[in-house]
């Protein structure tokens, strides 16, 4: 395996080891064990977990950019970009997987300031998103948040990473799918009631 690929390899299986057991639980000999290197080869690549962690943060938040885009390209309306949306936070629950940032938010208070940084710039990103999201849809009249977007953006974000805890929790992604759906149905059912 050569360098590009070890160290991608490594990512990825980092990215698996966080979504699934979270930062403090996973070490580097558990990384050079998935990838059949010596834990040695690993600080090769990454002298710290420090920053292993701050590059797995800078490229998990760009990929959900990146998937993000992809909604706003593809999306009929701004119901259905929530919804693509919610799928983005069930994505990998059926492996026992979490979203990235939301597993290293909780445990926010024992990661290097570097990590932590990152963790806020990804929700930055999802909430400034969101808002934009909000609003359009409110001036479309196909969603009705109750008050400031950037506020219902908040609630939005935080009710699907909740959600993905409870259904890791239960072992149920089909308990995400009910909060995501009455989540969605909220915005919408405002919108019948002041039409």
């Known amino acids: 395996m050569d360098r590009v690929d070890t160290r991608g390899a490594l990512l990825d299986h980092a990215t698996r080891l966080v979504r699934t057991r979270g ?3 996973f070490s ?4 050079a064990e998935a990838v059949g290197i010596r834990k040695a080869s690993v600080h090769h690549h990454f ?3 420090e920053q292993l962690g701050v590059e797995l943060v800078t490229r998990y938040t760009e990929r959900f950019q990146a998937r993000l885009a992809d909604i706003d ?3 009929a309306d701004p119901v259905d970009a929530l919804r693509r949306y919610a799928a983005l ?6 492996d026992g997987e979490a979203c990235l940032c939301g597993v290293i938010a909780a445990e926010i208070a024992a990661v290097p300031p570097a990590i932590a940084a990152g963790v806020t ?4 990103v999802n909430r400034e998103w969101l808002s934009t999201l909000l609003e359009n849809g409110e001036r479309s009249g196909t969603l009705c948040p109750q008050g400031n977007p950037d506020d219902h953006a908040a609630v939005l974000l935080a009710t699907l990473e909740g959600a ?3 259904a890791r929790a239960h072992a149920d992604p089909s308990t995400f799918d009910h909060v995501a759906t009455t989540a969605i149905a909220v915005l919408t059912r405002a919108c019948a009631i002041t039409g």
């Not at 710039?121 to 930055?124: D, K, N």
């Open 23 to 25: 930062y403090a639980a």
């Open 28 to 31: 580097y000999a558990d990384l």
């Open 47 to 49: 002298a710290t977990k």
């Open 73 to 75: 390209r593809l999306a």
């Open 89 to 94: 936070y069930r994505d990998g629950l059926s």
């Open 121 to 124: 710039e990804f929700f930055r």
């Open 164 to 166: 993905v805890l409870i």
